[in-house]
């Protein structure tokens, strides 16, 4: 009897593990291959802090009183799909940032392009928040913030960068949270090959309520943790003049891939979040630009909930009346779904 019930409880063990593999596979959102960090990537400055797995398969980022840390690409990129699962430090994080970014500043110093991650630590007790820019031929000041939906200190979660010849498009996890055609920017849309960056770095002078909050090192070290790096798209040197030739097959992959497919339901989580949680748009703040940039769609209900700073009039009442009900916004399919009832 006892090598029977034994015998069930490791079938039962074995199907629970199949089961949970299985959730996971239906629920992934891309197509994303993971490479080791050595052959992708190399530190950038804070050599002890940039702390890597025995496996090489992921990577942490440690700030303390002696420096911040940073990893890079090893190659340039003519577009491409950057990505990583990140957790971010916990406790009290105030004055830090810890941003995941391509840029091609240290080649391009007056006409640089970058597109941005950057989240911003906060004191104990409130969340953390986040920022996107994008930059092309030294044009930025395309900055958007907003507050997220989750504990990014408690669990992994995907952060993604698309850049194609069409468009650009920020992702958490399946969720698109900003998306700009390359059209509507014209001259100002990125176009020279970038490196990919990670870096954890001290920000007491700006990152949180301006400055007022700064980094207090009696909580350190702050520890920013990277697995599943993904680098998809044609690795190049920047001084070549046949890009169009040499990466036109890449860039074909790339926008035929499904992150480059932004679904209806996609589309309806994106406008869900930006409305929910985005509590600064560049493109409704009119005391720094008198007219809109080019790309900027101004949709005048939308406008109303925006004062002429470009700061949202009522994110931090509905973010607090939402967190206190712990009524937050998961994943695209319970935004889906909340449309389709």
């Known amino acids: 009897m ?52 025995s496996d090489d398969k992921s990577v942490s980022l440690v ?23 990140i957790k971010l430090p916990s406790e009290y ?26 989240f911003l630590g906060n004191i104990r007790g409130k969340r953390w928040r986040f920022q996107t820019n994008v930059y092309g031929n030294g044009s930025g000041g395309r900055e958007e913030r907003y507050y997220l939906w989750f504990d990014p ?17 920020f992702y958490i996890d399946e969720v698109p949270i900003r998306e700009i055609q390359s059209d509507a920017m014209a001259g100002g849309f990125p176009s020279k090959p970038m490196s990919l960056y990670a ?9 949180t309520s301006g400055g007022k909050y700064k980094v207090d090192y009696k909580y ?8 599943n790096l993904a680098l998809h798209g044609c690795a190049v040197d920047p001084i070549q003049e046949v890009l169009a030739a040499t990466c036109s097959q890449k860039d074909d ?10 679904t209806p339901k996609q589309r309806r989580a994106m406008k869900k ?31 109303r909930h925006f004062k002429d700073t470009g700061r949202s009039n009522f994110i931090e009442r509905h973010h607090h009346r939402h967190s206190k009900r712990r009524s937050h916004v998961p994943s695209m399919r319970n935004y889906g779904d909340q449309d389709e009832d």
């Open 153 to 169: 200190s408690k669990e992994f979660h995907r952060y993604s960068i698309l850049w194609t010849n069409k468009s650009i498009i």
């Open 220 to 227: 350190a070290p702050f520890v920013a943790e990277f697995n």
């Open 63 to 85: 700030l303390n009183q002696y420096t911040g840390s940073g990893f890079k690409s090893s190659d340039l990129y003519n577009h491409g799909f950057f990505s990583a699962r």
């Open 199 to 207: 870096t954890i770095w001290d920000a007491s002078n700006w990152a």
């Open 253 to 262: 992959q790339l926008e035929s891939s499904n992150y480059a497919r932004v």
């Open 273 to 303: 979040f930006r409305q929910s949680h985005m509590y600064y748009s560049y493109c409704y703040d009119t005391i720094r630009y008198s007219t809109p940039l080019p790309e900027c769609v101004i949709d005048p209900v939308e406008r």
């Open 2 to 53: 006892d090598y029977f019930h034994s015998h069930s409880k490791g079938i039962i063990a074995i199907l629970s593990l199949l089961l949970i593999h299985l959730a996971y596979v239906a629920t992934a959102a891309f197509n994303v291959t993971s490479i080791p960090f050595n052959r992708g990537f190399s530190p950038l400055f804070g050599d002890g802090n940039v702390v890597r797995s």
């Open 93 to 118: 994080t105030a004055g830090i940032v810890v941003a995941f970014y391509t840029t091609n500043g240290d080649i391009f110093q007056k006409t640089h392009d970058e597109l941005d991650f950057e």
